[in-house]
């Protein structure tokens, strides 16, 4: 009797719902954890909002309700989702798809192996004929060399032998009488004239 | 890369000798749980206690209160809480088996207790350190009245309840059955949804759900 009448009228508000469905978090807003409580608060007593016993009940066995209800739906979905889950992997569906990829994942392979074949016989094909027109080249190259080495000997030897043709002429100590003679005897005259229309004149008033 | 970090030792030591000096001079549980009774203030925050708790606290004990004048600290005794009482039908106590009290407190008021709890008339199996035990809220069983409250009928568990769908999840499940059986909708008898379900949703349950349903109905 005692117990009931407590239960009653003196409800125990920390163990039952609260009254508004809207759960506010609490927010520190300027101040942190560990700061002191301003000296304008020293003397304050919160009391909580007073609470309708009747409302409470009422409340409290609507919420129980709804929250069991809402429980059961989640477990519900919750399975259907795992047996999803479930079905992909280990599902017999699962081993068809399985199969499937791998033939797909062999022939896609065998082409592939088709393609690079194909592809490495147009590569060596292409890499043989590059190194037959290198080495054509490179021989040509050898015979251009040739050629300029001998061209080149033979215009030294042609020079050689046009300044031995020279030497013959050459002044040397046994010339040196004669030949001051002879020019001495044949003075020779380099002046010219030319006038605008281009004639060259030889013949200058020199002796 | 990262500059080399500067090796703080006497920081650290510091840290340390903190860290100790934190650990040895540890509040007591007289100190910490030490109350102002005309102002409802603990000394030690100085925080004030709720004002939903002020009646309970002028009117209630706590369980150390209870024990400093028992023989042998009340080692075996029953213990309830008020709020256990206004509750809960079935029995809830505590058997205290083992107590330290607080030597720094003057009437031997504070400690830590141990002991067996039975709670809503199903007892555990070992002994756990007594929750909540500076609350004003403990009660006393007399021994005269022990086996008059230890007494009780244990109520059966309720059947589990079905509950309807709520409407539009109802309809899509009817259309999905309907679809998969090729039957029109209004044939298919009501889905119910069981408020309880003790399963564990893994794999061996869904092979087994899955064999079940590949044995079909026995012969």
């Given at each position: 009797?005692?117990?009931?009448?407590?239960?009653?009228?003196?409800?125990?508000?920390?163990?039952?719902?609260?009254?508004?469905?809207?759960?506010?978090?609490?927010?520190?807003?300027?101040?942190?954890?560990?700061?002191?409580?301003?000296?304008?608060?020293?003397?304050?007593?919160?009391?909580?909002?007073?609470?309708?016993?009747?409302?409470?009940?009422?409340?409290?066995?609507?919420?129980?309700?709804y929250n069991l209800?809402?429980?059961?739906?989640?477990?519900?979905?919750?399975?259907?989702?795992?047996?999803?889950?479930?079905?992909?992997?280990?599902?017999?569906?699962?081993?068809?798809?399985?199969?499937?990829?791998?033939?797909?994942?062999?022939?896609?392979?065998?082409?592939?192996?088709?393609?690079?074949?194909?592809?490495?016989?147009?590569?060596?094909?292409?890499?043989?004929?590059?190194?037959?027109?290198?080495?054509?080249?490179?021989?040509?190259?050898?015979?251009?060399?040739?050629?300029?080495?001998?061209?080149?000997?033979?215009?030294?030897?042609?020079?050689?032998?046009?300044?031995?043709?020279?030497?013959?002429?050459?002044?040397?100590?046994?010339?040196?009488?004669?030949?001051?003679?002879?020019?001495?005897?044949?003075?020779?005259?380099?002046?010219?004239?030319?006038d605008k229309e281009?004639?060259?004149?030889?013949?200058?008033?020199?002796? | 890369?990262?500059?080399?970090?500067?090796?703080?030792?006497?920081?650290?030591?510091?840290?340390?000798?903190?860290?100790?000096?934190?650990?040895?001079?540890?509040?007591?549980?007289?100190?910490?749980?030490?109350?102002?009774?005309?102002?409802?203030?603990?000394?030690?925050?100085?925080?004030?206690?709720?004002?939903?708790?002020?009646?309970?606290?002028?009117?209630?004990?706590?369980?150390?209160?209870?024990?400093?004048?028992?023989?042998?600290?009340?080692?075996?005794?029953?213990?309830?809480?008020?709020?256990?009482?206004?509750?809960?039908?079935?029995?809830?106590?505590?058997?205290?088996?083992?107590?330290?009290?607080?030597?720094?407190?003057?009437?031997?008021?504070?400690?830590k207790a141990w002991?067996?709890?039975?709670?809503?008339?199903?007892?555990?199996?070992?002994?756990?350190?007594?929750?909540?035990?500076?609350?004003?809220?403990?009660?006393?069983?007399?021994?005269?009245?022990?086996?008059?409250?230890?007494?009780?009928?244990?109520?059966?568990?309720?059947?589990?309840?079905?509950?309807?769908?709520?409407?539009?999840?109802?309809?899509?499940?009817?259309?999905?059955?309907?679809?998969?059986?090729?039957?029109?909708?209004?044939?298919?008898?009501?889905?119910?949804?069981?408020?309880?379900?003790?399963?564990?949703?893994?794999?061996?349950?869904?092979?087994?759900?899955?064999?079940?349903?590949?044995?079909?109905?026995?012969?």
């Amino acid at each position: 009797m005692l117990r009931a009448l407590s239960r009653c009228h003196d409800p125990v508000f920390r163990l039952l719902a609260p009254r508004s469905t809207v759960l506010v978090e609490t927010v520190r807003g300027r101040k942190s954890r560990t700061d002191p409580k301003a000296k304008s608060k020293l003397g304050r007593i919160k009391t909580p909002p007073p609470v309708d016993p009747v409302e409470m009940v009422v409340l409290k066995e609507r919420f129980t309700e709804y929250n069991l209800i809402l429980r059961a739906l989640r477990l519900e979905f919750k399975e259907q989702v795992l047996r999803k889950k479930y079905e992909d992997e280990v599902g017999s569906a699962a081993e068809e798809r399985a199969k499937r990829e791998a033939e797909e994942h062999r022939s896609l392979m065998a082409w592939n192996d088709a393609e690079n074949l194909r592809l490495r016989k147009i590569r060596e094909q292409r890499v043989q004929k590059e190194a037959e027109e290198a080495e054509m080249k490179r021989r040509e190259a050898v015979l251009l060399r040739q050629q300029e080495l001998e061209n080149y000997i033979k215009e030294k030897e042609r020079q050689i032998i046009q300044l031995q043709e020279e030497a013959k002429d050459f002044i040397t100590l046994d010339n040196l009488d004669q030949r001051i003679e002879e020019a001495l005897d044949n003075p020779k005259n380099y002046n010219f004239a030319i006038d605008k229309e281009g004639r060259i004149v030889k013949r200058t008033a020199f002796q | 890369m990262v500059k080399k970090k500067r090796l703080r030792l006497i920081a650290e030591m510091a840290r340390k000798i903190r860290a100790y000096r934190e650990l040895k001079n540890r509040p007591q549980d007289s100190q910490r749980y030490a109350l102002d009774y005309d102002t409802m203030t603990r000394p030690f925050t100085g925080k004030k206690l709720p004002v939903l708790a002020w009646k309970d606290v002028q009117r209630e004990t706590r369980l150390f209160s209870l024990l400093s004048g028992m023989r042998m600290f009340g080692v075996g005794r029953l213990f309830t809480r008020k709020s256990w009482l206004d509750e809960h039908t079935e029995p809830c106590y505590w058997k205290i088996t083992k107590v330290k009290v607080d030597y720094t407190a003057e009437n031997m008021d504070h400690g830590k207790a141990w002991g067996i709890l039975t709670f809503r008339g199903k007892e555990e199996p070992a002994e756990r350190e007594v929750d909540k035990v500076m609350y004003h809220d403990w009660r006393l069983v007399p021994k005269h009245e022990e086996e008059v409250f230890k007494h009780c009928e244990p109520v059966p568990e309720p059947p589990v309840r079905y509950v309807k769908y709520p409407p539009l999840l109802r309809a899509m499940i009817l259309a999905q059955q309907a679809k998969q059986l090729g039957v029109d909708a209004s044939t298919i008898p009501e889905p119910s949804l069981p408020l309880k379900r003790d399963v564990l949703l893994n794999y061996e349950y869904f092979r087994s759900q899955d064999e079940k349903k590949q044995e079909g109905t026995p012969v």
